[in-house]
Structure formats: C-alpha cells, structure tokens
C-alpha cells in the first residue's frame, strides 16, 4: 500500500490509527505479533526494527535466539478485528545486528525462490492461487490427559442434529456441495469474510458452502504473485477465525476434523509468466498445457513424496488423504480429474487462464514453505526436463478409485503417514537446496520437529482403540 514511512505516517494521522500492530510468520506458518503506539511508527523503527525471541517460535536455537522484525510497507492493512483503530502490517526477520534478511524466515525463503527462478531466465513472476477450504462449528470440546482422550464438535448444519430439530434443514453426509439457503446456514458469515479480505486488499472470486454436510465452506481468491499469495493466505485464516468468532462460532482448517465426511485441503494453482506470457499455455498440448508446464509438472510429482512432509505436515493431513475420497493418494496428472495429484482444470483453456493445481496440500502447511517447495520442485523439472509421462505419472483420465490394487500400483503413491513423508524429504532434497533457497540444517530441524509431533501422537492410545481391544 505505502512505499515510504511518510508516506504511511500521513495516512496514519489522516485515518486517526492509534495503534500498529506487526504481523509475522512463527515455523509452522501461524501468525505471531507485537504492537506498538503508533508514535513508535518511524524512522528509528526501521532502523533497529523491532527485537523478539526467534527460539520462542522455532526460526532460531536459544543460544542465538535475537531477531528483529521490520514492516514490509507495501502490506499494510486496517484490522477491523482490534477494539482501538490498528493499522497492521506484515513483517519479516532480520539479523539483529546486520540487519541482513534472516535466512530462515519463511517469507525470507519466497523471495528467494522466485529470485532464483529469475536469476536462471526461466521466468519473471511465479503466479499462484490457493484455494481455502475450512469448517465451521458451534461447538468445540477437546480434553487430552493421562486417562481420558476426547473431542465434540457441533454444527447448526450437522444431521446428526435432525433427531432433537427444531429447523429440520439439516445436510446429509457429502450433500453440502453448493448447498443454498435454508440448508446453509452460513452464507452471511462468508460474505462477511469476503468483504473483510476485499477492504484488507485481497480480492476474492466467490464463496460457497463445500461437501462437507456439517458447514464446510470454501473462499476462492484470484491468482496473485507468490508472495501476495502467501500473505493473503494468512489473511485468509485470520479473517475466518475472527469473523466466525464474533458471531459465536468457531472455524478450523483442519485436514480432517470429522470421520468419515469430507476433508479440507488447499489446492495450489500454479503457472509462471515471462515478458507477461503465460509459458504454461499452448494452443495444442494437453490441456492446453505447453511442454514448459508438462516440465514443471514432471519436477513436482517427481519430488512429490517429499513435498509433502512441508505441504501435508500433520498427523491429520493423512486422516484425509486415504482413498474413497476427492483427496488423492497417487502421483499423476490429469485433465479434470480430481483424483489426480495434479488436475489440469477443463476450464482454463485460454492463454491468460491455462494453469494446473496440485491437490494433495491442505491448510496445515506454513503456506511460505509450501509455495517455495512446489516452485523449486517446478523449477528442478523444467531444469532437467523432467518428462511426466516418461516416468509414469500419467497422464490418467479415469477415475482410480475404480481400479484394482493391482492396477494402482503401477502408480507411484504418495505418502500415507507423516513418519513415511519425513522419511521421502530425508532422501530427496537437494533440489531445495539449489540457489541457497532453503538450508539443509534448516530441512533437518523440520524434520526433527514433524517427526515429535508424530510420535506425540502415535504413542497415545486411541480411543477407538477401546473400543476394538478393551476386551480382550
């Protein structure tokens, strides 16, 4: 929005904001912040930055944990959320005293990757559009310890609910998709958070409910640069939360937080344009798709088993990529098919619109890692000509779901586990480290971390588990 701090100071006094609030990215990608008067708004600000304890959010070891945050002008934002008027910007780490941008900072590692991508002539601009699936509940309850493991979520929408009434417009397991009023019960909440995100800056292309029966829900933005594609993401979430939280209601982009109904994912589409040309258009290819695309989607498959332990970084991510669903389990393309790792859509048959998606991502990724991961993944197939259907990934119009075993193991799988991802990243990531865009020992402390969590997880007993064995 601002290109100088008098700039941003002017439009501060004009629009009478009292407070500043900076905006930042923690290791797993939830926003973390620090507010300041907006007095402390200058030229000092931006010379020393703002300190904080990067240990404290998993970017830095406690030895060395000093880091300073410094806005990035051009994302400032009103933040209806706060009860004093707060204009909020989105910052970056820096080096404490070198003030040189910290190596490790995810938004730090976006930059990078498209300034690789540059630096190689291979394109000028990595264009990005995720999509945003999400639940909504009334009613969260979740209690963990020594002798009790449990969890209730409820939804006005929830059939489970048809028993007790009094509305009896309830939505039947997978019967959400498009589902209109009195059934969705959640149409003005979205609109309110469309109208949020659009005076945030981030425009959006529609909203409507999602299969999910018990209020699931999906916001679509337009395609954006990598980077506004990331900060709108985080925008996104923020915006979804809060709305639903002022009007009573809770919202998760959770995976897979209901068995046995839909999961919710966040789809990645992705072209790359140079001289303000679609390279991934052409009249002729397969789905319009040039063989500059066919390249990158060849890298992306490839390295997709490694992808995921930093797109699908929770246990839950796959609760929802199992079979009998949309979400896909195996490294193919397609035209259409939504069982495919990556669906070249039917409808982006133009030169300003042809594009693919990757499917498998959902919303637990720190969305900074994911976007470079994928375009360095691209990047690695267009550099080595990597050819998709010489190595088996398709492409595969038909459904696979009605294949047999036999038949589907043909197709490389994806990662079923977060244990079997880690275990993919371990022996396939030297293309991530091209052009000094993510560092090894960086890799290996995710690594570290993810496979915790794991084990936090998968040493507890389940309480399904109960119910199996408890007589035995």
């Not at 193919?332 to 998606?357: C, H, M, W």
């Amino acid at each position: 929005m601002f290109k100088t701090i008098e700039e941003a100071r002017r439009n501060i006094a004009e629009n009478g904001y009292q407070i500043v609030d900076l905006k930042f990215s923690d290791l797993w990608g939830t926003w973390r912040h620090v507010t300041i008067p907006e007095s402390q708004f200058n030229e000092h600000l931006f010379r020393d930055g703002v300190g904080f304890d990067a240990s404290s959010v998993g970017l830095k070891s406690v030895s060395s944990g000093d880091m300073v945050l410094l806005p990035d002008l051009a994302t400032a934002f009103y933040d209806p959320f706060c009860e004093h008027s707060t204009l909020s910007f989105i910052c970056s780490a820096y080096e404490a005293d070198t003030k040189k941008p910290f190596a490790y900072d995810p938004r730090n590692i976006v930059v990078r990757a498209e300034e690789y991508m540059r630096s190689l002539g291979i394109a000028d601009e990595s264009i990005w559009g995720p999509e945003y699936e999400f639940y909504i509940f009334n009613n969260v309850e979740v209690e963990n310890g020594s002798n009790v493991a449990s969890y209730r979520v409820d939804c006005l929408e929830g059939d489970w609910n048809a028993p007790m009434g009094p509305h009896g417009h309830y939505i039947p397991l997978h019967g959400g998709y498009h589902a209109i009023r009195p059934k969705d019960q959640f149409h003005d909440i979205r609109s309110e958070m469309c109208l949020a995100l659009e005076a945030m800056g981030v425009e959006v292309k529609y909203h409507h409910h999602e299969v999910g029966g018990p209020g699931q829900c999906e916001i679509e933005t337009p395609l954006f640069g990598i980077l506004k594609a990331g900060d709108s993401c985080q925008k996104v979430k923020y915006v979804a939360k809060n709305v639903a939280v002022q009007r009573g209601q809770s919202v998760t982009f959770m995976p897979k937080p209901i068995y046995g109904e839909a999961g919710s994912g966040m789809h990645f589409h992705q072209m790359l344009r140079k001289g303000g040309r679609n390279l991934f258009y052409s009249k002729d290819g397969y789905g319009f798709l040039s063989q500059t695309a066919l390249w990158y989607i060849g890298g992306v498959l490839k390295h997709g088993p490694a992808l995921l332990a930093i797109t699908n970084p929770s246990t839950n991510s796959y609760r929802r990529l199992i079979p009998g669903f949309e979400a896909p389990i195996n490294a193919f393309f397609s035209l259409g098919n939504r069982s495919a790792a990556i669906r070249v859509p039917k409808y982006t048959d133009q030169e300003d619109t042809a594009r693919f998606e990757f499917r498998p991502p959902d919303a637990t990724c720190n969305v900074y890692l994911a976007l470079a991961a994928q375009l360095m993944a691209g990047i690695d197939g267009i550099q080595n000509k990597i050819d998709p259907t010489a190595e088996g990934f398709g492409p595969f119009d038909v459904n696979l779901f009605s294949w047999t075993e036999e038949e589907r193991k043909k197709i490389k799988a994806l990662p079923t586990s977060l244990s079997q991802a880690c275990d993919a990243l371990e022996q396939d990531y030297e293309f991530l480290l091209s052009g000094g865009v993510f560092d090894k020992l960086q890799l290996e402390d995710l690594v570290k971390a993810l496979r915790k969590e794991y084990a936090m997880v998968n040493d507890r007993p389940h309480p399904y588990e109960l119910t199996l064995y408890y007589d035995v």
